[in-house]
């Protein structure tokens, strides 16, 4: 039986269409005492800011910015002095460390008001905050930090969970906020984060010193408090009492005026069939990696009468529109295997995506960006996520999943509210924004690469997947051995990330089973790059000691499992070729180009597999496939194969013991006189693999530390 491990989320709740919207989770208190009581002040507040965001009933991956405003020893004047602690640029509030917070004066912050002279100012004060570092301190502080500075309170959380942008998001939600807290939650307009907001905030505050709290129209809501614990479970409290508020309303009546669409029992299928047609055609200087998900929030919206309506508005708060663009591509789920219709769509996206860009840009605003769609939406199937790596395509689907749990709150009090047009440009191309990308480290050689390891548990393909993985490639590891191969996803997600690598038991001589893991590699990542034909067996007899099954069992999956994985990937391969090819790579044998003593069925099988190459190579060039063929020779740590009867079989072909002499005769074999390990041939698959061989097909490097008799002719 086939098993995928780490793959995508299964739905929650009726997978179908639900009779009644689904509604909002409502937090609590994750407040410990007897943790807390033994805390610093500054620990205190990152206890409270990963209790906040680690619950993401509270705020988003990244989202949410937490304050605390403590006292400190000046190391210039070893006076007292108080100091903001604030969430840094770019952390997560939930993973954060101490070192993830920005501290600055608190005096040096009050200061700088005499800087500023209106919200055309708003870009230059960031640039002061610098200067009002504490310590030394290299984190960099974030724009939302005069919402911080600028308030009196000691303690402050400023957060957007769904339910509360839902209510900052509709024409009904300044009502409702009035309903829910009487008047003790005030209600600011949108304006773009930054110095003015923060101007605002404090002067709406003082004018009404009664205020818990404020909802800040497009944002989220902020609140304070006296003490840590009061402040965080303030926060809680709030968004329960916005959940439950909203859920109320929603129990009347289907979200997104009900399904009109029923939800596919194929979806998965579909999705792994869609996922690559799509991507091939998302041209660009960088290729694309994809996520898929199905989850109840996403099957309702894409099946709901409402749909298409809601989509084209765009979402409305800047977290979320920075993660997936102005607008989703929305796909008809009649049309999908038209393959000039999906070209049609992604090329009007891209030219839609232009004229916003024309219709918007100031003067100074920086180049167009990548005008693929990240976000791709289909009734009956669900929702997929684009982006150069695993990880923001994931983050992205899981936003817009946020997205859509406000515009089901949002339309339950009133109209959804997306983003102005105007506005979400210049938070896309803000100035800040750009210099925040151009400070982000070069991706590495691989990253929006995607490959598959066919042999995946073993030495050769372990560590070739491994070397991969360094670089930045996804990769899908196939093996017949479910429990082997799931041991070695889990260290590879331990080390490299969960996102990046997923598993299937496949059994290359099994076409049902290749077919599958193909599809799974398409689903999970979004298609593929590059296909590492490693999964191998050897046996070592006389030839007439060659049985008819030691024969057919040495091509079935030396040679006729090459052409299975290789057919599989094929047309997936195909799609790539505008984005610069594809590679395959077999894992042969120096076997294969030098005759061997006592192995005629498995060095003639390898031989057969290395002229299949040959003949793809050919095949492959015109589509930009490269396909290449490593010939390892007694690559034996780390190798199932020598730990079985291969070992002695070999041993007693050479006349010596099995152990230690085995090794040491290969050594002395070779011409460097060096063992060969499998971090050696990942190397070489790399090199195939990777742009570094851009212009090569149809070759075989040998790894076998020397020997004339395998020197290719």
């Given at each position: 039986?086939?098993?995928?491990?780490?793959?995508?989320?299964?739905?929650?709740?009726?997978?179908?269409?639900?009779?009644?919207?689904?509604?909002?989770?409502?937090?609590?208190?994750?407040?410990?005492?007897?943790?807390?009581?033994?805390?610093?002040?500054?620990?205190?507040?990152?206890?409270?800011?990963?209790?906040?965001?680690?619950?993401?009933?509270?705020?988003?991956?990244?989202?949410?910015?937490?304050?605390?405003?403590?006292?400190?020893?000046?190391?210039?004047?070893?006076?007292?002095?108080?100091?903001?602690?604030?969430?840094?640029?770019?952390?997560?509030?939930?993973?954060?460390?101490?070192?993830?917070?920005?501290?600055?004066?608190?005096?040096?912050?009050?200061?700088?008001?005499?800087?500023?002279?209106?919200?055309?100012?708003?870009?230059?004060?960031?640039?002061?905050?610098?200067?009002?570092?504490?310590?030394?301190?290299?984190?960099?502080?974030?724009?939302?930090?005069?919402?911080?500075?600028?308030?009196?309170?000691?303690?402050?959380?400023?957060?957007?969970?769904?339910?509360?942008?839902?209510?900052?998001?509709?024409?009904?939600?300044?009502?409702?906020?009035?309903?829910?807290?009487?008047?003790k939650i005030g209600w600011l307009p949108w304006k773009r984060p930054g110095y003015t907001l923060?101007?605002?905030?404090?002067?709406?505050?003082?004018?009404?010193?009664?205020?818990?709290?404020?909802?800040?129209?497009?944002?989220?809501?902020?609140?304070?408090?006296?003490?840590?614990?009061?402040?965080?479970?303030?926060?809680?409290?709030?968004?329960?009492?916005?959940?439950?508020?909203?859920?109320?309303?929603?129990?009347?009546?289907?979200?997104?005026g009900g399904a009109i669409h029923q939800t596919s029992p194929d979806r998965a299928a579909l999705?792994?069939?869609?996922?690559?047609?799509?991507?091939?055609?998302?041209?660009?200087?960088?290729?694309?990696?994809?996520?898929?998900?199905?989850?109840?929030?996403?099957?309702?919206?894409?099946?709901?009468?409402?749909?298409?309506?809601?989509?084209?508005?765009?979402?409305?708060?800047?977290?979320?529109?920075?993660?997936?663009?102005?607008?989703?591509?929305?796909?008809?789920?009649?049309?999908?295997?038209?393959?000039?219709?999906?070209?049609?769509?992604?090329?009007?996206?891209?030219?839609?995506?232009?004229?916003?860009?024309?219709?918007?840009?100031?003067?100074?605003?920086?180049?167009?960006?990548?005008?693929?769609?990240?976000?791709?939406?289909?009734?009956?199937?669900?929702?997929?996520?684009?982006?150069?790596?695993?990880?923001?395509?994931?983050?992205?689907?899981?936003?817009?999943?946020?997205?859509?749990?406000?515009?089901?709150?949002?339309?339950?009090?009133?109209?959804?509210?997306?983003?102005?047009?105007?506005?979400?440009?210049?938070?896309?191309?803000?100035?800040?924004?750009?210099?925040?990308?151009?400070?982000?480290?070069?991706?590495?050689?691989?990253?929006?690469?995607?490959?598959?390891?066919?042999?995946?548990?073993?030495?050769?393909?372990?560590?070739?997947?491994?070397?991969?993985?360094?670089?930045?490639?996804?990769?899908?590891?196939?093996?017949?051995?479910?429990?082997?191969?799931?041991?070695?996803?889990?260290?590879?997600?331990?080390?490299?990330?969960?996102?990046?690598?997923?598993?299937?038991?496949?059994?290359?001589?099994?076409?049902?089973?290749?077919?599958?893991?193909?599809?799974?590699?398409?689903?999970?990542?979004?298609?593929?790059?590059?296909?590492?034909?490693?999964?191998?067996?050897?046996?070592?007899?006389?030839?007439?000691?060659?049985?008819?099954?030691?024969?057919?069992?040495?091509?079935?999956?030396?040679?006729?499992?090459?052409?299975?994985?290789?057919?599989?990937?094929?047309?997936?391969?195909?799609?790539?070729?505008?984005?610069?090819?594809?590679?395959v790579v077999f894992i042969g044998s120096k076997n294969g180009v030098a005759a061997a003593t006592?192995?005629?069925?498995?060095?003639?099988?390898?031989?057969?597999?290395?002229?299949?190459?040959?003949?793809?190579?050919?095949?492959?060039?015109?589509?930009?496939?490269?396909?290449?063929?490593?010939?390892?020779?007694?690559?034996?740590?780390?190798?199932?194969?020598?730990?079985?009867?291969?070992?002695?079989?070999?041993?007693?072909?050479?006349?010596?013991?099995?152990?230690?002499?085995?090794?040491?005769?290969?050594?002395?074999?070779?011409?460097?006189?060096?063992?060969?390990?499998?971090?050696?041939?990942?190397?070489?698959?790399?090199?195939?693999?990777?742009?570094?061989?851009?212009?090569?097909?149809?070759?075989?490097?040998?790894?076998?530390?020397?020997?004339?008799?395998?020197?290719?002719?």
């Amino acid at each position: 039986m086939n098993t995928i491990t780490e793959t995508r989320p299964s739905s929650a709740g009726n997978p179908g269409n639900p009779a009644n919207a689904i509604p909002f989770a409502v937090p609590t208190s994750r407040w410990d005492e007897s943790v807390a009581a033994t805390l610093s002040p500054e620990a205190l507040l990152l206890y409270r800011s990963n209790l906040l965001g680690s619950d993401l009933t509270v705020t988003n991956f990244g989202g949410g910015n937490t304050s605390a405003k403590l006292t400190e020893t000046d190391p210039l004047t070893g006076n007292p002095v108080e100091v903001l602690w604030v969430k840094g640029s770019g952390g997560d509030i939930g993973s954060m460390k101490l070192d993830g917070f920005a501290t600055l004066y608190q005096d040096k912050l009050l200061g700088l008001e005499a800087h500023y002279s209106g919200p055309d100012d708003d870009d230059k004060m960031v640039g002061f905050l610098p200067h009002c570092t504490f310590n030394l301190n290299g984190r960099a502080a974030s724009i939302d930090t005069p919402l911080h500075s600028l308030l009196p309170f000691a303690h402050v959380d400023h957060v957007h969970p769904d339910a509360i942008i839902a209510l900052a998001a509709s024409s009904g939600g300044e009502a409702a906020t009035q309903a829910i807290w009487g008047g003790k939650i005030g209600w600011l307009p949108w304006k773009r984060p930054g110095y003015t907001l923060g101007v605002m905030l404090r002067d709406y505050v003082a004018a009404n010193p009664h205020l818990e709290g404020v909802m800040l129209a497009g944002h989220g809501i902020i609140c304070w408090a006296d003490s840590a614990k009061a402040c965080y479970e303030h926060t809680v409290e709030l968004i329960a009492d916005a959940a439950k508020y909203l859920n109320a309303r929603l129990e009347t009546a289907p979200a997104f005026g009900g399904a009109i669409h029923q939800t596919s029992p194929d979806r998965a299928a579909l999705a792994a069939d869609l996922m690559p047609r799509l991507r091939s055609q998302m041209t660009g200087a960088r290729r694309k990696v994809g996520h898929f998900s199905d989850d109840s929030e996403a099957l309702e919206f894409v099946n709901s009468a409402e749909f298409l309506k809601l989509a084209d508005l765009g979402t409305s708060c800047p977290d979320h529109f920075l993660r997936t663009k102005i607008a989703p591509l929305t796909l008809d789920p009649e049309r999908l295997q038209d393959d000039a219709y999906l070209a049609q769509k992604v090329a009007d996206y891209r030219a839609m995506y232009a004229a916003y860009y024309e219709r918007c840009k100031r003067d100074n605003s920086p180049a167009m960006r990548d005008p693929n769609p990240i976000v791709v939406l289909v009734p009956g199937i669900g929702r997929m996520t684009f982006a150069t790596d695993k990880t923001t395509a994931r983050l992205a689907g899981e936003f817009y999943g946020n997205a859509i749990n406000v515009m089901r709150g949002a339309e339950a009090i009133g109209d959804y509210i997306a983003l102005d047009e105007q506005e979400a440009f210049d938070i896309e191309y803000w100035l800040l924004e750009e210099a925040k990308l151009q400070r982000m480290p070069k991706p590495k050689p691989l990253v929006g690469r995607i490959a598959l390891v066919t042999g995946g548990a073993g030495g050769i393909g372990a560590a070739t997947a491994a070397r991969l993985l360094t670089d930045g490639a996804c990769v899908m590891l196939a093996d017949r051995d479910a429990n082997a191969v799931e041991e070695v996803r889990a260290g590879f997600a331990k080390q490299y990330g969960r996102d990046v690598v997923r598993a299937v038991t496949c059994d290359v001589t099994d076409e049902a089973q290749v077919a599958n893991a193909f599809a799974a590699a398409a689903r999970e990542f979004g298609g593929l790059d590059i296909l590492v034909a490693n999964a191998g067996i050897a046996s070592s007899a006389p030839l007439e000691e060659t049985t008819i099954e030691l024969w057919n069992r040495n091509y079935n999956v030396l040679a006729e499992g090459y052409f299975l994985t290789s057919r599989a990937a094929w047309p997936l391969l195909k799609g790539m070729k505008e984005q610069g090819g594809a590679s395959v790579v077999f894992i042969g044998s120096k076997n294969g180009v030098a005759a061997a003593t006592n192995a005629s069925a498995y060095a003639s099988a390898k031989a057969a597999a290395n002229h299949l190459a040959r003949c793809l190579a050919l095949e492959g060039a015109p589509a930009g496939i490269r396909v290449n063929v490593v010939n390892p020779d007694a690559v034996i740590r780390g190798s199932r194969i020598w730990d079985g009867d291969w070992r002695k079989e070999r041993a007693g072909a050479h006349g010596i013991d099995a152990g230690k002499e085995l090794e040491e005769h290969y050594r002395q074999r070779s011409m460097l006189k060096r063992d060969v390990l499998p971090e050696d041939i990942a190397e070489a698959v790399y090199f195939l693999a990777s742009d570094m061989s851009a212009k090569s097909t149809g070759n075989m490097i040998n790894v076998d530390a020397g020997n004339a008799q395998a020197f290719t002719r």
